[in-house]
């Protein structure tokens, strides 16, 4: 049987990408579990954690990275998945840590004053003008990135 004619195998972006992004969604809220029961106030164990899942995701990355450079926007979409499965899990739970401390008559700007505002702003916004940047240079690419 004469392999080197027989068509390459067609990576299916669907069964890369979704379990890629339900482990990450899954990481996150666990995540933010173990920080919601120490309290809302430790920024070292949310930031170890969140460590681990960087490198896990640089590891996914790296593993699949083949598979990867044959889907269109492949590493902008695996990009994307990463930074919105994570600023999404610290910002909603700023968000429901602020509703309830101001249903309770405290100053939920507060929360902004400690730990959250490197977990929420100045992460966000410096992982997101890098993001910006990859789609950018993504589609200037056409969507494929070497």
């Known amino acids: 049987m004469d392999t080197e004619n027989m068509p390459q195998a067609q990576v299916n972006s669907r069964s890369l990408l979704l379990p890629y992004a339900m482990g990450l969604i899954a990481a996150m809220a666990a995540i933010q579990l173990v920080v919601a029961i120490t309290g809302s106030e430790s920024a070292l164990i949310a930031g170890l ?3 681990v899942v960087a ?12 598979k ?5 926007f492949g590493f902008a979409i695996a990009h994307t998945i990463a930074y ?3 600023m999404t899990s610290f910002n909603l739970h700023a ?3 602020a509703l309830s401390q101001s249903t309770q ?3 939920a700007g507060q929360i902004l004053a400690g730990w959250w505002f ?3 702003l100045v992460m966000g916004s410096l992982w997101g003008i890098g993001l910006l940047f990859h789609l950018v240079g993504s589609v200037l690419a056409r969507g494929w990135e070497d």
């Open 49 to 51: 954690l969140t460590a």
């Open 55 to 66: 490198v896990g995701i640089a590891v996914w990355g790296w593993r699949n990275h083949r």
């Open 68 to 72: 990867l450079a044959q889907v269109r």
């Open 84 to 86: 919105m499965a994570v």
């Open 95 to 97: 968000m429901i840590r």
């Open 105 to 107: 008559g405290n100053d």
């Open 118 to 120: 490197g977990a929420t």
